[in-house]
């Protein structure tokens, strides 16, 4: 990545290249179950599904920045650093719908659904002293990320066909609990 940086009559003042060498390696599974009940009635159901699915991720990125003056010379010591990020998420999700048809061509539907996430991000960053010579931990950039969320929904619909018409009504109530925690 090139920077170029401009002073206000726009003469370029300085210069920065920024070179990436990164590594990720992740892995994830998903089960799934469903069940499906046909009571008599044509048409009349009760469905069940769920799914969970998780996935880790471990990022190891080596960056490189240079600064240049306008003349192309270099500025300084680079900034040389190292962050590794290890990321872990897991997502369920439940759903119940009910199918129930009536006389004349009325029909009612009703269910839940559920979402959960969990995510657990893990961040290091450390940073190379030339006078040092050594890594240095970047305490104000290190940290770790907790996240929780709930999302709970029900509905309930009633429609009905009139000739080439039709009408549909319902509600839906939803709630969502959500909680973050950096430390």
């Known amino acids: 990545v090139n920077y170029d940086f401009y002073d206000q009559g726009e003469e370029l003042e300085r210069r920065s290249e ?4 990164a590594i990720e390696k992740s892995s994830e599974f998903n089960i799934n179950s469903g069940w499906q009940h046909k009571f008599l009635k044509p048409e009349h159901t009760l469905d069940v599904d769920l799914n969970y699915a998780f996935e880790r991720e471990l990022d ?3 960056f490189n920045e240079y600064a240049f003056n306008k003349s ?3 500025i300084g010591f680079p900034l040389v650093q190292h962050n590794r990020t290890k990321e ?3 997502i369920f999700t439940g759903m119940i719908d009910y199918v129930l048809p009536l006389a004349n061509e009325a029909r ?3 269910g839940w659904r559920t979402d959960i996430t969990h995510l657990d991000n893990d961040f290091f960053s450390e940073t190379y002293s030339f006078i040092d010579e050594q890594y ?3 305490d104000e950039l290190i940290n770790r990320f907790f996240f929780t969320e709930q999302v709970h929904a029900i509905y309930a619909t009633y429609g009905r066909e009139f000739g080439k018409f039709s009408m549909q009504g319902g509600l839906r109530g939803e709630q969502t609990f959500t909680k973050g925690r950096l430390s």
């Not at 920024?18 to 060498?21: E, K, M, S």
């Open 18 to 21: 920024r070179l990436t060498d």
């Open 60 to 62: 190891d990125d080596f």
């Open 72 to 74: 192309g010379q270099q």
């Open 88 to 90: 872990l998420e897991g």
């Open 108 to 110: 009612f539907e009703a």
């Open 136 to 138: 240095e931990d970047d």
